[in-house]
């Protein structure tokens, strides 16, 4: 990266990390149980709101429950489940034409961090008629306050519940981007484990690790809190613990509520510090290829932390003794690549690829222009790289220099 754009760069981010105490983020409220949630809505005068889901849970029965205690209840709801996994402009704009339709008051996001992602973007819309998607991607394109959104996840990763960010695919152009701004926050957070139960073996995976990579990115780059430290070890602490027993026995108990927690820590860190590279190069695969989010940042994760090699060292095998993945004695390189080494078997127990070989040479140098867009000058990273040299990152993770 040239010289000066180095210099920009890193000024932004430590501009950005000064103003930190001064912006308005927020934790969501907590509810224990969905039976919670008409209480909430009594207190705010709803009668009727929106679930945004799709169709897999659908068909699986899962919002049942959660359909059955709306309706014992007198509060009234429409259902749109038709969000893809990378969820699309047109996603959004289905969603916000039904709850219009429909004269819904607030939204139930129920489902992993697509139907989230969808919830979020079709408030926005909701509330800022005129101003598109498109035009909302970046930083602080929103500022007004959205209908009620209460989240609902049902997978322990995305961390989505807790986050000021809605990523969406924009699917004509093969591009993925993330919309930014504190409204997005949702206002209220479901965390049952019993939510949780059903999700497959392969998911639970994926988007375990996906929160593991939160966590992380959040630990390594350079806009760390005392708070945001503390959650990031929670996180992978509970994570170390719990993932594969979640993976093993999806019925799990512990494991299940370990994991939500899990989630939920590793959430609260990247909302206030921010993710890395790891995120740009995924969000880029999954506006090119549909890649799930959770799986490319499973299979991105180590061969990333490899490249950032010692210039993460220190930070990274803090993280590492303070967890327990690390033995106490060891010295900063040797717990860094104690904690690669975890997440590699990790990822190798649960049947997770180590490359992504279906990637076109052709397409690299677009999805690195679209990974720099997203990641300069905002994500603190340990080691800043250009286009130029995040190309690498695709050659590594395809699994071939040539």
Request: glycine letters at 6%; hydrophobic letters at 40%; charged letters at 20%.
């Amino acid at each position: 990266m040239f010289v000066l754009r180095r210099i920009y760069c890193r000024s932004f981010q430590m501009v950005f990390k000064m103003a930190l105490p001064l912006l308005p983020y927020r934790n969501p409220k907590i509810i224990p149980s969905v039976v919670g949630i008409p209480e909430v809505c009594r207190k705010k005068k709803i009668t009727k709101v929106m679930i945004v889901t799709d169709e897999g849970i659908r068909r699986l029965g899962l919002t049942s429950f959660l359909e059955k205690t709306l309706t014992e209840n007198n509060i009234s709801y429409c259902i749109y489940d038709r969000t893809v996994a990378n969820p699309t402009i047109w996603n959004v704009e289905e969603a916000r034409e039904l709850y219009l339709t429909e004269g819904a008051q607030a939204i139930i996001a129920f489902g992993g961090g697509s139907s989230m992602d969808c919830a979020k973007a079709a408030g926005a819309r909701i509330v800022k008629p005129h101003q598109s998607i498109q035009q909302m991607k970046g930083l602080l394109k929103v500022h007004k306050r959205l209908p009620l959104l209460i989240a609902i996840p049902t997978t322990a990763g995305t961390g989505s519940e807790t986050t000021l960010a809605a990523v969406i695919t924009d699917s004509e152009q093969h591009y993925k981007y993330p919309i930014n701004d504190f409204v997005l926050i949702p206002r209220y957070a479901v965390l049952d484990y019993h939510e949780t139960v059903g999700l497959p073996a392969n998911i639970t995976a994926t988007t375990g690790m996906d929160a593991l990579t939160h966590a992380v990115e959040a630990y390594i780059g350079g806009s760390t809190t005392k708070e945001t430290r503390s959650m990031a070890e929670e996180a992978v602490c509970l994570i170390h613990e719990h993932l594969k027993n979640a993976y093993d026995n999806g019925h799990n108990k512990e494991a299940r509520k370990g994991m939500l927690r899990a989630a939920y820590c590793a959430g609260v860190a990247f909302t206030k510090s921010y993710v890395g590279y790891i995120h740009a190069v995924a969000h880029s695969l999954g506006g090119q290829y549909g890649t799930p989010h959770g799986l490319a940042n499973a299979v991105i994760l180590p061969i990333v932390l490899r490249i950032y090699g010692p210039d993460c060292e220190k930070k990274l095998g803090t993280l590492a003794r303070n967890t327990g993945v690390a033995k106490p004695e060891m010295d900063d390189a040797k717990a860094t690549q104690c904690f690669i080494d975890w997440i590699q078997k990790m990822n190798d127990s649960m049947g997770i690829p180590r490359y992504f070989p279906e990637i076109c040479k052709k397409d690299i140098p677009i999805m690195a222009k679209h990974a720099d867009k997203e990641a300069n000058p905002l994500y603190p990273v340990p080691v800043l790289m250009d286009r130029k040299e995040l190309e690498k990152i695709y050659l590594a993770v395809r699994g071939k220099t040539c």
